[in-house]
């Protein structure tokens, strides 16, 4: 039924929604990356003034983080891939 389509829909555009609002609306910035170590996306109320969002995805990890920081992000990233499980990775960023 078309009606039953629309609604399921409509059901599916508002969790995605709710849930674009939680992730926007927490503190720090989220990094989305794939295995080898490139930014798909980033999320999250924090700044990251290294550098603009929109010239970050796309990029390489190594390409922006110093390698000290490349190291310990990419095994967090590994685990959080292998495992399916969120992973928590605390670091600051330093700016000279």
């Given at each position: 039924?078309?009606?039953?389509?629309?609604?399921?829909?409509?059901?599916?555009?508002?969790?995605?929604?709710?849930?674009?609002?939680?992730?926007n609306?927490?503190?720090?910035?989220?990094?989305?990356?794939?295995?080898?170590?490139?930014?798909?996306?980033?999320?999250?109320?924090?700044s990251?003034?290294?550098?603009?969002h929109?010239?970050?995805?796309?990029?390489?990890?190594?390409?922006?983080?110093?390698?000290?920081?490349?190291?310990?992000?990419?095994?967090?990233?590994?685990?959080?891939?292998?495992?399916?499980?969120?992973?928590?990775?605390?670091?600051?960023?330093?700016?000279?």
């Amino acid at each position: 039924d078309i009606t039953e389509k629309k609604l399921a829909e409509e059901k599916i555009r508002i969790e995605q929604e709710k849930k674009n609002i939680l992730l926007n609306s927490i503190p720090d910035v989220i990094f989305l990356m794939n295995k080898k170590g490139d930014y798909l996306e980033i999320r999250g109320g924090g700044s990251f003034d290294y550098l603009p969002h929109e010239q970050v995805i796309g990029r390489n990890i190594a390409d922006v983080m110093s390698p000290e920081l490349v190291n310990t992000i990419m095994e967090t990233n590994l685990k959080a891939i292998e495992s399916g499980n969120i992973q928590l990775c605390e670091y600051a960023l330093k700016y000279e």
